[in-house]
């Protein structure tokens, strides 16, 4: 319960994430309960991270991963490279990080949005037969 929790942060003055990780400090209730799966959601989003950059490196791709920003990942992705890019990013944040983290017991699954030339003209795109493309309007 909240409030079994609540009262083992306080005599331990800390708490372990399930990846590991662990975390003290001075946290409101709020915090506390949120804490607990936005951390280990945010290690996810940086595992993933981690593996996509290595995709790069090893395939030679000449994609760019330009920021983290609210749970997104931004990438610089050449228009040849975009189908691969989707779908190897589809496969690590799904499946391979449900197979290192044994915990994951719920589907995962990725939203994509592309754009050409800036923001402003970015679509959601959705995968259909294997092929990703802009969603329908």
């Not at 945010?42 to 290595?54: A, N, P, T």
């Not at 991963?65 to 975009?82: G, K």
């Not at 719920?106 to 949005?113: G, H, N, R, Y």
């Amino acid at each position: 319960s909240r409030e079994k929790w609540y009262a083992d942060y306080q005599k331990r003055c800390g708490f372990r994430l399930m990846t590991g990780f662990w975390i003290e400090g001075l946290f409101s209730k709020n915090e506390l309960m949120n804490t607990p799966i936005q951390g280990p959601a945010f290690h996810l989003l940086l595992w993933s991270i981690i593996r996509l950059q290595e995709w790069i490196d090893r395939t030679k791709s000449k994609v760019k991963l330009i920021a983290e920003i609210h749970d997104s990942i931004l990438a610089d992705v050449p228009e040849n490279e975009l189908q691969e890019y989707l779908s190897v990013s589809e496969r690590i944040m799904t499946v391979d990080v449900a197979k290192a983290w044994d915990w994951i017991i719920v589907p995962l699954w990725v939203e994509a949005e592309v754009c050409e030339q800036n923001w402003w003209g970015k679509q959601q795109w959705l995968k259909h037969n294997g092929q990703w493309q802009p969603k329908a309007a």
